[in-house]
């Protein structure tokens, strides 16, 4: 590879950012220990565990770990697809049901 050519990104899964994320907050560790350790940059691990604070200052209540901050996101993209999906089904029903009866 020449000096002026770019490493192809990699990209992590959720779970894979979760556990990492999860690793920086429940040990306390810096950031680079972590990153260095996982075979990622310490940029990225920096913005995923930003992004897990601040995501957790504007929610009430006791603070998520990682791994149930992931649940919960999950959960309410299901959660809107379910209704998504729903709200279909119930106006396709009043606009083609007239045509069998």
Do not use: C
């Amino acid at each position: 590879m020449t000096s002026n050519e770019k490493k192809p990104k990699r990209s992590f899964s959720p779970q894979f950012r979760a556990e990492a994320v999860q690793l920086v907050v429940t040990t306390g560790r810096p950031v680079k220990h972590v990153a260095d350790e996982l075979g990622i940059a310490d940029q990225s691990l920096g913005l995923w565990v930003k992004q897990f604070n601040a995501e957790n200052e504007a929610r009430p209540g006791p603070p998520l770990s990682p791994a149930q901050a992931l649940e919960l996101k999950e959960a309410l993209t299901e959660n809107a697809r379910l209704r998504m999906e729903n709200e279909f089904l119930n106006y396709s029903d009043v606009r083609i049901m007239p045509m069998f009866a």
